[in-house]
């Protein structure tokens, strides 16, 4: 069942979920699962009724560059919350349960996403954008500032190459952003806009590298997505895409380095073939959804006998 929200920046997650919380009370789950500490508050109506309640942090959203004071204020109180109300905290990458554990000495339990570790033959959504298997380069996420589509088009457009990039994803409050983004006069750099399943699964298969530019958050779903299917990594520098990527990709801290490594990938084909199989390895041993599955069960089953 899909719930109302109001479709707006400030209150699409916090109404969703509030009345998806609402929705679910009468129904008197064994035990609920929450995202987002943003959404701590309305963990207090579960926890009324005695259900235990799992809360999945996320990242550290108030890091975030689309949020002003006010915003940046209420994500820090929600953080806060995040460690009183839930049953149990969840967090997503070592980086974010390290940060839970020294800012509020708050212990969690870790569990990542998961990612399909098979690559898809059909190339429909390929033939559709005018682009052949392996022979484009892919950038996949919401297009906000923090997440720097900027910073690949600039390095992008100063690359030596025949290959296009293809900026996939859209953000529904940040038009002036993502106008300023297609302002670019490379005809090489293309916007198809927000794709997803089977075409989105087939791009992610069939790119010549993935390009991850995001510097907020903890597990990027994109990223390991890009690395079950076997796509070579260009990582932007971070903890947190450090220890998803490990030593399976490359990685850049600026505009000038990361055309360097795309330069890199170009002239080594060899290079890209060997971190292709590497991170789709790793992906298969670290993210598996059945791994993820199992440790969701036995949280909750932790959680649910607690209450008996």
């Not at 109404?15 to 064994?30: C, E, G, K, M, Q």
């Not at 690559?119 to 892919?138: C, H, K, N, Q, W």
């Not at 932007?236 to 600026?254: L, S």
């Amino acid at each position: 069942m899909i719930l109302p929200t109001i479709g707006t920046k400030h209150l699409d997650t916090v109404t969703h979920t509030l009345l998806s919380v609402l929705h679910a009370i009468p129904r008197r789950f064994d035990c609920i699962l929450m995202c987002n500490a943003a959404n701590a508050i309305f963990g207090a109506i579960p926890r009324l009724t005695a259900t235990p309640l799992a809360l999945n942090v996320d990242g550290i959203e108030r890091l975030r560059k689309k949020w002003g004071a006010a915003a940046r204020r209420y994500y820090r109180f929600s953080e806060r919350l995040a460690t009183i109300i839930p049953s149990a905290v969840v967090t997503d990458a070592e980086v974010i349960r390290n940060y839970y554990l020294k800012q509020y000495g708050t212990s969690s339990t870790m569990i990542v996403y998961g990612a399909e570790s098979e690559r898809i033959e059909s190339t429909a959504v390929l033939d559709e954008l005018g682009v052949r298997p392996r022979e484009y380069f892919l950038f996949v996420s919401r297009l906000e500032p923090e997440n720097n589509a900027h910073l690949v088009i600039r390095a992008f457009e100063n690359v030596k190459t025949d290959k296009p990039l293809l900026i996939v994803g859209d953000a529904p409050y940040a038009q002036k952003y993502i106008e300023q983004l297609k302002a670019t006069r490379d005809p090489r750099i293309r916007f198809p806009g927000a794709i997803y399943g089977t075409g989105y699964r087939e791009l992610q298969s069939h790119a010549y590298a993935y390009i991850q530019a995001t510097e907020v958050g903890g597990t990027h779903p994109a990223l390991i997505e890009a690395m079950g299917v076997g796509n070579c990594i260009i990582a932007k520098d971070t903890p947190e895409n450090r220890e998803v990527v490990a030593e399976t990709g490359i990685f850049f801290e600026d505009t000038e380095e990361l055309r360097r490594q795309i330069q890199l990938t170009l002239a080594d084909h060899a290079l890209v073939v060997r971190l292709r199989a590497c991170a789709q390895n790793r992906a298969k041993t670290r993210y598996s959804w059945d791994a993820v599955t199992d440790a969701y069960e036995k949280l909750f089953a932790r959680l649910v006998s607690a209450r008996l």
